[in-house]
């Protein structure tokens, strides 16, 4: 029983099929391959962005710091949630790539920017002209970092707040398909559609091994993207390898029947915690990832048992046994309802 | 027939084999997996280097940009051969990761740079005290860039130049089994017994899809190399699929025989060159890269009947049929005997 | 009137004395001339600290930038005041010279951070490994941004916390010597004594014209910060302009005397302040920087009559009258006492 | 007898009564005094140039930096002469600037690139698409630093160059009033006139104390030279200080007086020096900076005798005392006809 991440989880077999038929002959290096070229088409035309242009990298950090560091200037400052992967985990990537601009943090709500907050911190930090930084991109997090998801509506509105200042907007997307089988919306109507300029398209977290589409929907900043990646050392030789996990990902779906098998399971999982005296939802989860609180004494034997997930307060070891302690725990579209029962029996047991 | 590059040739099935293998389960992400502590300790040991700090990641280019920015300061300047990987093919990463440091170029022989060529060019930086840049690291490229190779003795002789003037010394070693395969050297010898400070030690040249090792000899800076790893936006979440192609590579010698087959292949390819009247082989290639000038005319049949290959001059299209145009030729693992006699009997037919 | 900075105000008479003296005949240029030498001197000197290092500037924001970089790695970050200036008024210099590394915010004080809130911020930032930033130097201001001082007694508590966590100690003093004059203290008791490793003295808000100096106490890294400097392009070819500045400024404790009479003069202005009704002081202002709240009838009568003071609050032109507003009123070297009574004056005619 | 450099030399006596002038009663901090104003206004009078933007800096490194940073992209290299200042004598300032681009050295005819050299630079580099860098903006330095002229006839040719690859030129020019006074030119024909999209107008090395003002022909990118002058820690707060010496310095004329005076002197040493057996005159000097070659033993007697110069060849101290070695000797504004007689003399007098 792991819920630790999807990180911990394994790729679709699908992948490793496509991984195998690739490697059949030669291709051309760095991108210029035939499969690559397809799948680039592919993601523009899955999200009904003729234009695109599309960056094929490794990690999600890659694809995040890439296309904010493409929006943003040095002497600028990118508004994000105070919880973002972008702040709180990527160890100042987004500060290396972009040359020093600052992050300026954005108090939310689950996760999630409302328009009043940042409009607010918008007026805030651009009222020092030279002093400032200048105010930059929006950069949201869908479904956020602590489990939340914007409905298409919502990153509209937030956009709409950047587009007054004249701010462009990077969606960090790692787990953005999930977001979308939670909401139903259309990966157009959840990004460009609602105003956003840059997607980190997430693969990794959902069945691939390490894949990830940066994806401007201007192509008008292709060129600098592509540079860019290859600065940043993220232009893989075999690129045949990132395109065919993406091209596997893409086929008939896979990426959305991953996606909504996850979210299935987080729902079971939240279903079976919500009838468990003493258990708390935190941030109204609707996607794969679960925030939950409960007693010490019982996180103290569901770990016991090898249950992995992520304690957020602690400590465990000592300390009142009822004392309830948040905890995350994400589901992948490899998690069985079997794992999810026994853990639901595990946590009723007590 | 295709000698365009390594890059363009598949990964070894065993490596598939070990993705698949890995791919059971649950694992730690983000490098705290078994395998990837596993993979570490074993190239510390080919190494001989119990001490030794390794990093795996996606590229060869963020191998060499991480090493060379744990050794220079951003003042400082990077000795290296003028066509070196680093300066030649890596868009400025080097540049990017160092936070600004100066490239100071060393003409070479056959991409090997000379004890007293070195020692010439650091005297040269090292006289305009803070106007300067500061003299820094010593890069160098085993097998060269012109597919030239370096004894041990040689990396060694290169090497005391730098320690006379108190400077670490990097080697690109996207080819260093090939370097090994062609001197007979041990991994230990062609690198820090020789005086090599951090070594990127290739692989997907060699018949992996995606990873290299950064390693650093003296573990000091262990730690400032993994925050540079993961700010580089280069530490992989699904790590285990980097550590399983490396054990792959390892087990068994694999990564040794797979370098001695492609040397073999290049072997006879320059053989087979050598008999034809008007090829002639360039910069005394010993490994898997063979550079050689043949007439205009004779390009312009090869590369019709769609054999892929770089030329480094041209025009191919216009100009005397006679006169003599490099270019380079590489042989990889996957490169069959067959491949090379066709593409002998072709230039021999003429 | 004009309390909007000291850096409204003029330079010292002495100090173009000084410039007019050292532009007598020839001098080497870059820092090596016989001046730069004894003001370097003097001021290791003053601060009792033989092995200092200095490197003399034209701007503030150049010797916080100079000495955070060369205390921090990219990877690292620093902690500071949420309001402090290197957070909100350097337009992301010290992102751009540490090459991007972050700024955690400790909430202060009326500038000052506690003990207790800067142990809680790095214990909070060192717990997520490579994810993080790692934990960095702690930068500290004296005179505060919102006029409030340390006690030596106080840098030292804080200095402790940093070094509990082995972190290197910055303290701004763009009003270092206001802060002395306020407390009594000697320069070497407020900084190194206290566990400061490096300092920004101030010259230009205290009479200057452009001058700062950077200085480490352990002149380990003295080599480092020169090439920072110059890298920086914060070198000055005529450097001799920079060091006649700082001699005049060292000489016979001109540098204290003014800031003393700065001091002074805001003493008086607050006691003016406190005897009108509806004035109110914030932040326990004992230098030369004062916080005050008054109602905005009186604001727009004051500013309409030409008196120069930054609003904190606004709006200035709508809103009812009687709602008070803060603002800064800053007293420098020049600040007359017939200024600060006439301000008073026409405070209390309303 | 000072021939060092003409940083060695004083600030005219204009400038600091300028100072004094400027030094009554309060100014707005940070280049939004009237002063800056009204100098910012007379430059690109002078310059014929209504529309350009202008920021006054400290430091002739400063100007370049800023300019070239603004010109050229992270992945791109500047083309510059293989003498330059950018490169040799700023401490990878460029390279910290621009974020790490690259400096793509042109050999050069006694510092002056010649159209030829320059298009066919740019071919090598343009070549290898992301693997590159991009080919970036051109730099000129005008005096070189060899001390030979561009006319502006040769600065055009050199524009078209960059203008037929689509890239901008930036042009040092830490002595362009030298080159003014040398060929009669107006600024704005060796400037914008001539395809100059950026120039460092010089300032220190012509009397001023620390003053320089970078100039942006096109204004579109204004706002962000200011953001980068303030995030490079250059924009002074007493700026009022920067202002009085440009204006001191632009008043009737006083900085082509200046330049004609310094290159006035330099003709008369020349003369000199053409006179004398076994002294050979280098690069065509034209300006005030003058290259030349004799006996190692005239030098040992020279500078036995307390003459400064830059020896750029040695070793001074042993060797044969009729081996011709190259120095370099400045004039500047306040060099007399009376030190360039005396050292006549002296080496006269052998």
């Given at each position: ?220 900043r292709a060129e600098e993207l592509a540079y860019r990646r290859k600065r940043g050392a993220q232009l893989w030789s075999k690129h045949r390898f990132l395109a065919a996990q993406m091209s596997a990902f893409l086929e008939d779906g896979l990426w959305l029947d991953l996606a909504a098998a996850a979210n299935a399971r987080a729902n079971e999982l939240r279903a079976g915690l919500m009838a468990i005296d003493g258990v708390e939802l935190l941030h109204e989860p609707i996607a794969n990832v679960t925030f939950a609180r409960w007693p010490r004494g019982l996180h103290r034997k569901a770990l016991a048992q090898g249950v ?43």
């Amino acid at each position: 029983m792991n819920f630790a991440s999807d990180n911990t989880g394994p790729a679709h077999p699908r992948v490793l099929t496509a991984l195998a038929r690739a490697n059949e002959g030669h291709a051309k290096a760095y991108g210029e391959d035939a499969l690559t070229a397809e799948v680039e088409a592919r993601l523009a035309d899955i999200f009904e962005a003729p234009g695109a242009a599309v960056a094929l990298v490794g990690t999600g950090t890659a694809a995040n710091a890439l296309l904010v560091s493409t929006l943003a200037a040095p002497w600028q400052t990118v508004f994000c949630a105070e919880v973002s992967h972008l702040h709180e985990d990527e160890c100042n990537a987004p500060e290396f790539y972009t040359g020093g601009a600052k992050l300026s943090l954005v108090a939310s709500r689950d996760g999630k920017i409302t328009p009043n907050a940042l409009r607010a911190r918008i007026a805030m930090e651009g009222t020092r002209g030279v002093h400032g930084p200048a105010p930059g991109p929006v950069s949201l997090t869908n479904v956020t970092e602590r489990g939340a998801v914007y409905t298409g509506a919502e990153v509209e509105a937030v956009c709409a707040v950047a587009g007054e200042n004249g701010l462009p907007v990077h969606l960090d997307g790692a787990r953005f398909a999930n977001a979308l089988a939670a909401t139903g919306s259309s990966p157009a109507e959840m990004s460009w559609k609602a105003g956003v300029d840059a997607l980190s398209f997430g693969g990794t977290k959902n069945g691939l091994m390490a894949a990830e589409a940066a994806i401007l929907f201007d192509a008008a900043r292709a060129e600098e993207l592509a540079y860019r990646r290859k600065r940043g050392a993220q232009l893989w030789s075999k690129h045949r390898f990132l395109a065919a996990q993406m091209s596997a990902f893409l086929e008939d779906g896979l990426w959305l029947d991953l996606a909504a098998a996850a979210n299935a399971r987080a729902n079971e999982l939240r279903a079976g915690l919500m009838a468990i005296d003493g258990v708390e939802l935190l941030h109204e989860p609707i996607a794969n990832v679960t925030f939950a609180r409960w007693p010490r004494g019982l996180h103290r034997k569901a770990l016991a048992q090898g249950v992995s997930y992520y304690l957020y307060e602690g400590p465990l070891e000592s300390g009142a046994e009822d004392v309830r302690l948040t905890c995350r725990l994400v589901c992948h579209w490899a998690t069985t309802a079997e794992d999810v029962g026994a853990f639901i029996d595990l946590l009723r047991r007590g």
